[in-house]
């Protein structure tokens, strides 16, 4: 018997297939915001990014008779959307690397790795800043999402698609076409950089 997630993703793409203005609709509406934060990554400029996703919505509307159903649909949404930004973004001399870990960068405690960037001290669960099981609030949310867009674009891009959006691990190294060392390198950077924001917010005033 098929999954849930997976039958209601065989009829949104019949769905879309069939030329479903509705279905077009809720696709967008899901995932547009993170398409954005994700376009950023790659395009500082917002009208740049907002142009990227609109092309990349127009690209699923023409390929979708031809999608194959290889990966899930978000994860071919961002695969193009990639593929589109970093055009954009090389037409405008501008390019993210993806194997610059900044093993010395300021915003993350040098003792929590190693030289290869590995954790020698990790921190704790990420689950432990979940913004519902913290307060159960918009407020924290609100916070999170402003931490993950003042990201270094590298690790906002896999912060975005494994956080928000809830890729696997193989999904992220094949949207960015990276290694899994760079991502998870990346992600537990970009994760430790929220944290420490989440945490100026959440602690409780000195007495």
């Given amino acids: 018997m098929a999954a849930s997630g997976t039958t ?34 790659f395009l500082r ?17 023409a390929g979708i008779r031809e999608f194959e159903g290889r990966s899930t649909l978000k994860t071919w949404s961002f695969s193009v959307l990639a593929n589109i930004a970093r055009s954009k973004a090389r037409r405008e001399g501008r390019t993210v690397s993806f194997t610059d870990m900044g093993y010395n960068d300021p915003g993350v405690d040098a003792d929590r790795f190693s030289g290869d960037g590995t954790w020698l001290s990790p921190p704790g669960q990420w689950s432990e800043i979940d913004p519902e099981r913290i307060v159960g609030g918009r407020q924290t949310l609100e916070h999170a999402l402003a931490a993950v867009d003042a990201l270094p674009d ?36 970009g994760r430790t950089r929220v944290r420490a924001a989440l945490e100026q917010v959440l602690s409780p005033p000195p007495a």
């Fill in 45 to 61: 400029d917002r009208a740049a990014a907002e142009e990227a996703v609109q092309d990349t919505w127009l690209a699923l509307i």
């Fill in 8 to 41: 209601d993703e065989t009829a949104l793409i019949a769905a879309l297939r069939r030329g479903d203005e509705a279905a077009f609709r809720q696709l967008v509406a899901r995932q547009q915001p993170s398409m954005l934060a994700f376009a950023r990554s």
């Fill in 154 to 189: 590298n690790q906002r891009a896999v912060v975005t698609l494994r956080d928000i959006e809830g890729l696997s691990a193989t999904e992220t190294c094949s949207v960015l076409d990276i290694t899994d060392a760079n991502q998870r390198i990346l992600l537990h950077r």
